[in-house]
């Protein structure tokens, strides 16, 4: 792709020097890694003090994004899609400076990672990817679980974590006066992005809320379509890269899909869980299959014996780790229900998978099948909207000859 930002990566290992904030920091097994403005920094030494908001200045060798592929995989491309633009193995560093926000932002998510293992134990990891974007400390088998029985869109964070997390805001405040409260929950939303991580996902729903607020203080009644269009194309213009990002792929697709689609499988089935699950399914079946080479013919049964059961997960979660340093002991038997809750959703999803058809799985398809299958949607789309407009032009020469005749 070539775009008038250009591409900023070196095509040899060089030494670098990147001065920058520390945005977060992953412990894995054998490195600490540390996003430092837009780049990706590794201590192999793993003795290193650093924090998140720490201002850093870091000397080490360049690896090449364009080199980073692994099997069918571009790891280097991924990256670019994330934002970052250098990655390097650290030599040694120099703190030089505190950002307030970022150590605000690392202090927070410090605290709901350390509490819910603290509270949670086993099932910690679970709530943290659902809280804060930590799916990388989740079992592999459980992601295989979660990937088969078409539910992995609960671990991560997208428009279901962010309306659960406005409406308990929405409760909190309700004896504010609404534009107070207002500003607190954007205000909330806008440092949610920070400590979820910033996925494309996250950004989206956030936004989304934010044009739902706006257009709620304002009288006006918001277009779902419009508004992601809108978000989209500011993302894409602001990183091109994101468009070969699958959690942007499949968050937009998914809510154009809802957006779309619900209203309209609404009118036949009248079970909503049923019908989000379907219209949203329409739109990236056809991304996931030829992503993940599989796709769970069971979804829709883990989705509507699972998902009604996670906004009382998230609600019991962020209210134990409220109320943990003032009333310990409470906090403590909140948990122990949460776990159960979890427990179950586990035990469903395992009993799911454990169904020999309960997953399909492909061989590599041809990219020609995404685009005949978008073709065939588009114009089905274009059918149904002339469709539409006919109906409404005949309703209102309808009417005006009506009025005629009296």
Not at 34 to 43: A, E, F, P, Q
Not at 174 to 190: A, C, D, G, Q, S
Not at 277 to 305: C, R, V
Request: a positive charge.
């Amino acid at each position: 792709m070539y775009t008038n930002k250009g591409i900023k990566d070196c095509f040899k290992e060089e030494n670098i020097n990147i001065t920058g904030v520390v945005m977060y920091k992953k412990e894995k097994d054998r490195y600490n890694q540390y996003r430092v403005g837009k780049s990706i920094v590794n201590d192999y030494s793993k003795n290193s003090n650093i924090k998140t908001g720490d201002i850093i200045k870091v000397v080490g060798k360049n690896k090449p994004l364009s080199n980073m592929k692994f099997e069918d995989f571009y790891y280097g491309r991924y990256l670019k899609s994330t934002g970052i633009e250098n990655y390097c193995n650290m030599y040694k560093y120099k703190k030089i400076g505190i950002n307030k926000k970022y150590e605000l932002i690392g202090n927070i998510r410090r605290y709901i990672r350390e509490t819910n293992r603290y509270l949670y134990k086993d099932k910690s990891d679970f709530l943290n990817s659902m809280l804060i974007g930590e799916k990388e400390l989740i079992k592999d088998e459980d992601k295989r679980m979660f990937s088969r029985t078409g539910i992995s869109h609960i671990i991560a964070i997208s428009g279901l974590h962010v309306s659960i997390l406005c409406a308990f805001i929405g409760f909190l405040g309700r004896r504010i006066n609404i534009t107070f409260n207002m500003i607190i929950l954007n205000l909330v939303l806008y440092l949610y992005i920070y400590i979820a991580g910033g996925s494309p996902s996250i950004i989206r729903a956030v936004l989304s809320s934010v044009f739902s607020n706006i257009a709620f203080f304002i009288d006006r009644r918001k277009d779902g379509v419009t508004t992601l269009m809108i978000i989209a194309s500011a993302m894409i213009i602001y990183n091109p890269f994101i468009l070969y990002n699958i959690s942007f792929q499949l968050s937009f697709l998914a809510t154009f899909s809802i957006v779309y689609f619900y209203p309209i499988i609404n009118k036949k089935i009248k079970l909503s869980i049923v019908s989000i699950t379907i219209a949203a399914n329409i739109m990236t079946m056809p991304i996931i299959i030829y992503n993940f080479k599989g796709i769970s013919l069971l979804s829709l049964i883990s989705n509507i014996m699972v998902v009604p059961f996670i906004s009382l997960v998230i609600y019991l979660d962020i209210i134990s780790l409220v109320i943990f340093n003032l009333f310990p002991f409470i906090s403590v038997l909140i948990s122990l229900f949460n776990s159960s809750i979890i427990s179950y959703i586990h035990f469903i999803l395992e009993k799911i998978d454990e169904i020999w058809f309960s997953y399909i799985r492909f061989t590599q398809l041809d990219f020609s099948f995404l685009i005949i299958y978008y073709i065939i949607i588009s114009l089905g789309i274009i059918y149904y909207e002339i469709k539409v407009v006919e109906e409404q032009r005949n309703e209102l020469q309808g009417y005006y000859r009506g009025n005629e005749r009296k």
